[in-house]
């Protein structure tokens, strides 16, 4: 079992940043790809970014590439997402996951809880 709890969320003008972070505990994160993914009101959760076990890739979506950036270190059990260049597109509830490198939510086993990102126009 991986436990897995965001923080970061809030009120952001247009133009503004906000970064997320997730901490893990648990089973070795080390082992795990990480996601952040997120669900705007009356649609799909979709994917945001995601990052290798190793750190070493990274993928993201075509909407964020050039403003959100993944990271993660695996000696403090975190990954974070910064966020630039906020819109108000951006927002939504933002969800981190551990599981195996996707694109896809099905391929992550754990996730948490979601934290708020409200973006004002």
């Known amino acids: 079992q991986v436990q897995l709890v965001e923080s970061g969320g809030g009120l952001v003008q247009a133009g503004g940043s906000l970064r997320l972070s997730c901490a893990a505990s648990?089973?070795?994160?080390?082992?795990?790809?990480m996601g952040w993914f997120r669900q705007a009101p009356g649609k799909e959760r979709e994917f945001v970014a995601a990052?290798?076990?190793?750190?070493?890739?990274?993928y993201y979506a075509d909407s964020v590439k050039g403003r959100f950036t993944i990271s993660r270190d695996n000696a403090k059990n975190t990954v974070d997402l910064q966020m630039n260049s906020l819109n108000a597109e951006d927002t939504a509830v933002y969800y981190c996951?551990?599981?195996?490198?996707?694109?896809?939510?099905?391929?992550?086993?754990?996730w948490g809880q979601g934290t708020q990102v409200t973006v004002s126009s």
């Open positions: 990052i290798s076990y190793s750190g070493s890739y990274r």
């Open positions: 996951a551990a599981g195996s490198v996707s694109g896809t939510p099905t391929n992550y086993p754990y």
């Open positions: 648990g089973r070795s994160f080390s082992g795990y790809a």
